[in-house]
């Protein structure tokens, strides 16, 4: 357990921001199977914000459930990025993040996300302006710097805690690397042995014995994962369970199975159809890793037409007598899933 000024962070495990995943749906889900401290929305546009854009606005929506939550926010105008966190502060969130970590084309060509890791003076306005601008808990996350000859990490650091900044997320590998090799977990290490903040560490947890190992090594306050989670719903829940000594209990193939439909077809009630069907078929995909059969089923998940026609594929998919007999997923390409997922990750994020 760690705090954010009066924020509780109990459990230590974070859900991090996954842009085009982690909405109000996934995170209610995965915090209803418990072991998650603190959630993160996915990144939030300020110039949609302020421009009072309704698809933008609603990446903000989060329900009391879900608390401890933080809204992220992104942007490079230090005046848009403090009247966006004075209203995520009037929407009740109990935390507002910036990110200085997205790596992605499209923000990083906007000047936001990590390409603010490379203009410390307007990263100091924006820290000022936003501090001035809220009361509640101000936090960022950054990755280790633009490239590995540039990694400036611990000086983000101080200039954050200089100006008010409370917490930092980092995630262990820099923009130029996207999601490619191992995180460096030294840097994290390195930043948290510098910190007078709380750090959460990000990057390659995957499983409970990588969160236990991440905590070892760098002495994180709170470990944060995100891609793991994708495809593992239960893996925040599984880390706390293996960090508090109990059993890790494997998930079963029919406990999954109603946890698929069931988050796919709260998607579909709640969603409009053209953006519910592109979603239902990210989320669909991802969660059917892992399981026997996955692959087939994500190619008819991907040939469906409608949010009603993939919702069949899936009922049907899951049926026991349709299991039996199903050969395993094959290895996952790490590399292709990497490509796929930093193309898309901000694709939704304005």
Same mark, same amino acid.
């Given at each position: 357990?760690?705090?954010?000024?009066?924020v509780q962070i109990d459990p230590p495990?974070?859900?991090?921001?996954?842009?085009?995943?982690?909405?109000?749906?996934?995170?209610?889900?995965?915090?209803?199977?418990?072991?998650?401290?603190? =959630?993160?929305?996915?990144?939030?546009?300020?110039?949609?914000?302020?421009? &009072?854009?309704?698809?933008?606005?609603?990446?903000?929506?989060?329900?009391?459930?879900?608390?401890?939550?933080?809204?992220?926010?992104?942007?490079?105008?230090?005046?848009?990025?403090?009247?966006?966190?004075?209203?995520?502060?009037?929407?009740?969130?109990?935390?507002?993040?910036?990110?200085?970590?997205?790596?992605?084309?499209?923000?990083?060509? &906007?000047?936001?996300?990590?390409?603010?890791?490379?203009?410390?003076?307007?990263?100091?306005?924006?820290?000022?302006?936003?501090?001035?601008?809220?009361?509640?808990?101000?936090?960022?996350?950054i990755r280790t710097g633009w490239d590995?000859?540039?990694?400036?990490? =611990?000086?983000?650091?101080?200039?954050?805690?200089?100006?008010?900044?409370?917490?930092?997320?980092?995630?262990?590998?820099?923009?130029?690397?996207?999601?490619?090799?191992?995180?460096?977990?030294?840097?994290?290490?390195?930043?948290?042995?510098?910190?007078?903040?709380?750090?959460?560490?990000?990057?390659?947890?995957?499983?409970?014995?990588?969160?236990? &190992?991440?905590?070892?090594?760098?002495?994180?306050?709170?470990?944060?994962?995100?891609?793991? =989670?994708?495809?593992?719903?239960?893996?925040?829940?599984?880390?706390?369970?293996?960090?508090?000594?109990?059993?890790?209990?494997? =998930?079963?193939?029919?406990?999954?199975?109603?946890?698929?439909?069931?988050?796919?077809?709260?998607?579909?009630?709640?969603?409009?159809?053209?953006?519910?069907?592109?979603?239902?078929?990210?989320?669909?995909?991802?969660?059917?890793?892992?399981?026997?059969?996955?692959?087939?089923?994500?190619?008819?998940?991907?040939?469906?037409?409608?949010?009603?026609?993939?919702?069949?594929?899936?009922?049907?998919?899951?049926?026991?007598?349709?299991?039996?007999?199903?050969?395993?997923?094959?290895?996952?390409?790490?590399?292709?899933?990497?490509?796929?997922?930093?193309?898309?990750?901000?694709?939704?994020?304005?």
């Open positions: 357990m760690f705090r954010i000024r009066d495990l974070i859900l991090a921001p996954v842009a085009g995943h982690t909405d109000t749906l996934f995170r209610q889900a995965v915090k209803g199977l418990g072991g998650c401290g603190l =959630v993160v929305s996915e990144l939030v546009s300020t110039e949609g914000m302020t421009r &009072q854009l309704e698809r933008t606005l609603h990446l903000t929506r989060f329900e009391d459930s879900e608390r401890p939550v933080s809204i992220q926010i992104f942007g490079s105008d230090p005046e848009r990025m403090a009247a966006s966190a004075a209203m995520v502060e009037q929407m009740g969130a109990d935390i507002v993040d910036i990110n200085l970590g997205c790596p992605v084309k499209k923000v990083v060509k &906007q000047g936001g996300g990590s390409n603010l890791l490379k203009d410390l003076p307007l990263l100091e306005c924006i820290f000022k302006a936003v501090r001035a601008a809220v009361t509640i808990p101000l936090t960022i996350k590995r000859n540039s990694i400036n990490a =611990v000086d983000v650091l101080k200039l954050a805690e200089d100006r008010g900044v409370e917490a930092l997320a980092i995630h262990g590998r820099t923009r130029c690397d996207m999601f490619s090799g191992r995180a460096d977990w030294s840097v994290i290490a390195r930043v948290k042995e510098n910190a007078g903040i709380p750090i959460m560490g990000n990057g390659d947890v995957l499983t409970p014995s990588d969160a236990e &190992q991440m905590f070892r090594e760098t002495g994180v306050d709170g470990v944060m994962m995100g891609r793991g =989670v994708l495809s593992n719903p239960w893996l925040i829940r599984q880390c706390y369970d293996h960090l508090q000594g109990a059993r890790v209990v494997p =998930v079963t193939l029919e406990e999954k199975a109603a946890f698929v439909i069931t988050f796919l077809r709260r998607v579909q009630a709640e969603i409009p159809a053209p953006v519910a069907i592109g979603k239902m078929k990210k989320m669909g995909g991802y969660l059917s890793k892992g399981i026997p059969g996955g692959a087939q089923l994500r190619e008819r998940i991907h040939a469906a037409r409608s949010c009603d026609e993939l919702l069949r594929v899936v009922e049907e998919f899951f049926r026991p007598e349709n299991l039996a007999g199903c050969a395993g997923d094959p290895p996952e390409d790490s590399d292709s899933e990497q490509e796929e997922f930093s193309e898309f990750s901000c694709r939704h994020s304005s």
